[in-house]
């Protein structure tokens, strides 16, 4: 393993001379998703107020970049990169279908659950 | 002699040496850990989501919850500390796989460094984390709890920033202590007893004319703000008990759940980063004894930072659905 890291990210858009080299390239990648993170939650531009698919677009843009930092936590760091497809597969598709499947489940439940309070005969502003 | 030959070969295949997915035993087992660590972490994270989308239309704001960083009095910062403590779990991740790097190419010196700077940011994070949960436990401006379970807040009519009950509230000179089981009746006793009572914020809210109440009412991003005139009513007809900071009971920011939340969360993360910081101090005292150099290999130290990572890997998602979101 020790040798052969895969240097390239991007799909070998940006190439890295060694693995040093990569991890101090992520660091200022996730460093600038951060950033742009939390200046989105300071400013909270109007435009991303509007509600799609039930959620702000600012949350969707939030979860979507999270998702994006997740990839290269794990992808380089944690060297999923570096692993056999087999490994990647098993532990990355085991862990998505779950989890969609809990947050499907979950939130559509907790929808009902609004809307019974919201439209129905139950009293909660006291 | 087919079944000699397919022996022989189930031996070599189960007698030990081999490395499924070439990966090793003990990194194949980090996953395994790994992946049920995650699936037990969305499942607290989508029951957040369940309690949040329950109520959609309540739910506090984080940005006016979480205000403050150390040293800095008066303002209201919101997000920058918890950029912060992001940054360093990042950075720790980092030093952390600079040090499995050095590992691979057997330099026990850099192992040793990187290592220890892992350990530092570890437990500046695991403080900044503990000084989070003193400040909301905290509080800051005090609100009151209806009979309906709700918390009403005060806000400026004029300038729509929340009041302090502590600039308003009236003083009543009262005998009333907390009753402890040492000093009334032995087999009972209450938790502490609020700054103000309610009669107090009552006759000091009637005293200001510019105050208004606020209820955990969303609409259009804003919280509902009461007229003067239905403000007194509801604070007279419906406020129930003071409510200062935040606990697993009651939550001044708006609905308790919040708060339950945050603290079961965020104090399970903590958790995490808390053993990930023990193990990567024992790890950091067997680089020092050399004793992954007698083995020949650092493997350990990748194993550890497997670990180390996830735990970075969940804080983002807890960051985002805490704080951003």
Request: hydrophobic fraction near 50%.
């Amino acid at each position: 393993m020790a040798d052969e890291h895969k240097l390239e990210i991007f799909r070998g858009l940006i190439k890295f001379k060694s693995n040093t080299q990569k991890i101090w390239g992520v660091l200022i990648l996730l460093t600038i998703v951060t950033t742009v993170e939390v200046v989105l939650g300071i400013i909270k531009p109007e435009f991303m107020m509007e509600s799609f698919l039930s959620m702000k677009i600012l949350n969707w843009v939030f979860i979507i970049l999270t998702i994006v930092k997740a990839y290269y936590i794990t992808w380089d760091f944690m060297h999923m990169r570096d692993e056999t497809t087999a490994l990647r597969r098993v532990v990355v598709w085991t862990a998505i279908f779950l989890i969609c499947y809990l947050l499907w489940i979950l939130i559509q439940e907790a929808g009902y659950i609004f809307n019974t309070y919201d439209q129905g005969y139950i009293k909660r502003d006291f | 002699m087919s079944s000699t030959v397919s022996t022989s070969s189930q031996n070599e295949g189960w007698s030990g040496g081999n490395k499924p997915m070439k990966a090793s035993y003990g990194k194949l087992m980090m996953w395994f850990f790994i992946v049920s660590d995650a699936l037990t972490f969305s499942g607290f994270l989508a029951a957040y989501g369940f309690s949040r989308f329950k109520f959609i239309n309540s739910w506090p704001i984080a940005d006016e919850v979480f205000t403050h960083v150390p040293f800095v009095h008066g303002q209201e910062l919101p997000m920058i500390y918890v950029a912060f403590m992001t940054f360093v779990l990042i950075m720790s991740s980092v030093t952390m796989v600079l040090a499995v790097d050095a590992g691979h190419h057997m330099k026990k010196a850099k192992v040793t460094f990187y290592m220890f700077l892992t350990i530092i940011g570890g437990l500046i994070f695991v403080g900044s984390q503990a000084w989070e949960w003193a400040t909301f436990i905290k509080g800051d401006f005090g609100a009151v709890k209806t009979y309906g379970g709700n918390i009403i807040q005060f806000v400026d009519a004029d300038s729509d920033h929340r009041v302090a009950l502590k600039d308003f509230a009236q003083h009543i000179p009262s005998e009333r202590v907390q009753h402890e089981s040492k000093k009334g009746i032995w087999f009972m006793s209450e938790s502490a007893l609020s700054s103000y009572t309610l009669e107090e914020v009552i006759q000091g809210f009637e005293a200001s004319p510019n105050l208004v109440v606020r209820t955990q009412i969303i609409e259009d991003n804003h919280k509902t703000v009461l007229s003067r005139e239905e403000s007194l009513r509801v604070l007279r007809e419906n406020g129930s008990y003071v409510v200062e900071g935040a606990n697993l009971r009651d939550n001044e920011y708006g609905t308790p759940l919040f708060a339950d939340f945050f603290f079961f969360i965020t104090g399970f993360h903590g958790f995490h980063v808390f053993s990930g910081v023990v193990l990567n101090i024992i790890v950091f005292f067997n680089v020092i004894l050399g004793t992954y150099e007698k083995r020949g290999s650092y493997e350990m130290v990748e194993k550890v930072g497997l670990y180390w990572h996830f735990v970075d890997l969940v804080w983002v998602f807890v960051f985002t659905f805490f704080y951003l979101v």
